[in-house]
């Protein structure tokens, strides 16, 4: 606002600062007309004729640096407003604990689900060691039924091996006592015989013995015939 100094010609021409402000104005004729020595010269107007604002046009306010850029949230700072500043300000607490009470919360549900796995794990790995004691005891179950039938086969096959070689033995034996047997027995004949033999010799010679004598004695009588073997 200018203060008026009591002068017509400064009171009916516009300020320097609404001359020179950049906005267009139409020349103010009747001011022009009003001034001693100057001469008037008729304008003819292009445009229809603009009412011009008695007061000028207050300039923009000065720009205001853009806050600096950081990762994460950005946050706009009005420049005297308190109560809004101390209401965002309010509001980012209140949404930080809700985001720390959200992290809370997963970090809880995610060691609840952990240890639950880790109790699904071990309860698994439990049972699967329980299943392997299991099998591993049927299988040594099995292999000592096996090894079991197998000494009973070798000693069945070993019975009778004996019993075969027993019977083998037997046969053995029989067969040499029936050649013994046989031995004897023509062994025997042939000592029969052989008796035999000895004592018809014998008889003959006792005969032929006698004969001799009766005849040294002058005995007569035919002389006995030795016979045949």
């Known amino acids: 606002m200018h203060q008026s100094t009591g002068d017509p010609t400064e009171e009916s021409l516009p300020s320097r600062r609404a ?6 104005r139409t020349p103010l004729v009747q001011n022009a007309l009003a001034l001693p020595g100057l001469t008037p010269v008729p304008v003819l107007p292009s445009t229809p004729m603009v009412p011009t604002p008695s007061n000028p046009i ?16 950005t946050e706009v ?3 005297n407003d308190s109560s809004a500043q101390a209401l965002l300000v309010m ?8 985001e720390q009470s959200q992290l809370e919360d997963r970090r809880v549900a995610e060691k609840k689900s952990d240890q639950k796995e880790v109790a699904r794990v071990q309860a698994k790995a439990e049972a699967d060691h329980d299943q392997a004691m299991r099998e591993g005891q049927l299988q040594i179950d099995r292999d000592l039924a096996d ?11 070993a019975r009778e091996a004996d019993r075969k070689e027993e019977r083998r033995l037997d046969m053995e034996w029989r067969a040499e006592e029936g050649r013994r047997y046989e031995a004897s027995q023509q ?5 029969r015989k052989d008796q035999e033999k000895a004592r018809r010799a014998q008889e ?17 009588g035919v002389m006995p015939q030795a016979e045949g073997p």
């Open 58 to 73: 207050p300039k923009p306010p000065p720009a205001v640096p853009h806050p600096a850029r950081r990762r994460g949230r």
């Open 147 to 157: 090894k079991r039938n197998q000494l009973l086969d070798e000693e069945h096959r």
């Open 187 to 191: 062994q025997l004949a042939a000592d």
């Open 77 to 79: 700072i009005k420049p």
């Open 91 to 98: 509001l980012q607490k209140s949404h930080d604990r809700q």
């Open 19 to 24: 001359l020179f402000d950049g906005i267009p």
């Open 204 to 220: 003959q010679s006792s005969q032929l013995f006698q004969a001799a004598l009766m005849r040294m004695l002058g005995v007569g």
